[in-house]
């Protein structure tokens, strides 16, 4: 199995279809994985006791997308992601385990159970049903 660094980013014809991060990434205070203007932003912080992150809340921002993003984080177990295309060729595979994260941002991809794992995943919403939110390799 090839080591990964801490952070890989997976493009594609100039486009990042995916970030892969290895826990126990190493941050100064704060590292933002995306750029901002990606359709979902991804930050890791290393802050010590008595850090204050000031009291706030969001904005409400109208803003629209043409895709959907997706963040998993592998809380435990490991996986095997393959990272596609738009044509659905394999552009890039990972095994993913325990305190991984890792972002979608274009492309397709899919996620292959090596052992039980337990994961969390996070994407913009509201979602519509996957009739209206996917294409499936397999039905084309």
């Given at each position: ?16 279809l995916a970030i892969f ?120």
């Amino acid at each position: 199995m090839p080591v990964m660094d801490d952070v890989r980013v997976v493009k594609n014809g100039g486009k990042v279809l995916a970030i892969f991060v290895r826990k126990g990434l190493s941050v100064d205070q704060a590292r933002f994985l995306t750029d901002p203007d990606d359709i979902l932003q991804m930050g890791v912080f290393d802050r010590q006791a008595g850090y204050v992150v000031p009291a706030h809340r969001h904005l409400d921002l109208l803003v629209k997308t043409q895709k959907s993003a997706e963040f998993l984080y592998i809380e435990k177990g490991k996986a095997k992601v393959t990272v596609f295309d738009d044509a659905w060729s394999p552009v890039a595979e990972e095994t993913v385990s325990g305190g991984d994260f890792l972002l979608f941002l274009d492309g397709g991809h899919s996620v292959e159970m090596l052992e039980p794992t337990r994961f969390i995943e996070v994407k913009q919403g509201p979602y519509p049903g996957d009739k209206k939110a996917k294409v499936f390799r397999d039905s084309l």
